[in-house]
Nanobody, 115 residues
Framework: QVQVVESGGGLVQTGGSLRLSCAAS????????MSWSRQAPGKQLELVAH???????WYLDSVKGRFTISRDNANNTVSLQMNSLKPDDTAVYYC?????????WGQGTQVTVSS
């Protein structure tokens, strides 16, 4: 059974930091580009960052310089370090694969940034 499980969300003040973690089944993690996406209330899902197996990264313009995605291939985990958080970063954050014929996503973790 394929699993993708996020953790680490919560409530933080503007300017604060949070670290999101995601554990995925080895069967999908090793060959996949891993990503974080988010969906704010009333808005579409948007891709925030992704990282290849070789640790090549991509970021949404609005999070560049504030968020850092990383992966641990030995432990099948991917993380998103979020610094200098803003109220606009409030959303449910999802970890998942991208670029596959069939992609997998977790249940999401809520991040709320208070002003």
């Amino acid at each position: 059974q394929v699993q993708v499980v996020e953790s680490g969300g919560g409530l933080v003040q503007t300017g604060g930091s949070l670290r999101l973690s995601c554990a995925a089944s080895a069967s999908i993690f090793s060959a996949s580009i891993m990503s974080w996406s988010r969906q704010a209330p009333g808005k579409q899902l948007e891709l925030v960052a992704h990282v290849s197996r070789e640790s090549t990264t991509w970021y949404l313009d609005s999070v560049k310089g504030r968020f850092t995605i990383s992966r641990d291939n030995a432990n099948n985990t991917v993380s998103l370090q979020m610094n200098s958080l803003k109220p606009d970063d409030t959303a449910v954050y999802y970890c998942g694969t991208v670029g596959r014929a069939l992609n997998y996503w977790g249940q999401g973790t809520q991040v709320t940034v208070s002003s």
